[in-house]
Nanobody, 115 residues
Framework: QVQLVESGGGLVQPGGSLRLSCAAS????????MSWYRQAPGKERELVAR????????NYADSVKGRFTISRDNVKSTMFLQMNSLKPEDTAKYYC????????WGPGTQVTVSS
């Protein structure tokens, strides 16, 4: 079965960095676009970044452009999100997502940016 497991979240000071990972299994990882979403308390879940299956094409939310970098390792079936220059407004639970005839989500990893 499809499994997505995020890791790498934590508490970081403003201006700091974190690297999130999403370990995928149960499908041919290299064939599918993968995405990171986030949801802050009281807010809707929003798309942060997406990486396509071919050519490494990436898309970012305007709020994270220039600060976050999405990447993938198709050999290890793992996706990453390098987050630099973190701001308090980046505080949220971050989710890994793939569409395989339906939406699949990981359980999420909490990122808290606070001094």
């Amino acid at each position: 079965q499809v499994q997505l497991v995020e890791s790498g979240g934590g508490l970081v000071q403003p201006g700091g960095s974190l690297r999130l990972s999403c370990a995928a299994s149960g499908f041919i990882f290299s064939h599918y676009a993968m995405s990171w979403y986030r949801q802050a308390p009281g807010k809707e879940r929003e798309l942060v970044a997406r990486i396509h299956s071919v050519g490494g094409i990436t898309n970012y939310a305007d709020s994270v452009k220039g600060r976050f970098t999405i990447s993938r390792d198709n050999v290890k079936s793992t996706m990453f999100l390098q987050m630099n220059s973190l701001k308090p407004e980046d505080t949220a639970k971050y989710y890994c997502h793939v569409i395989l005839g339906g939406d699949y989500w990981g359980p999420g990893t909490q990122v808290t940016v606070s001094s």
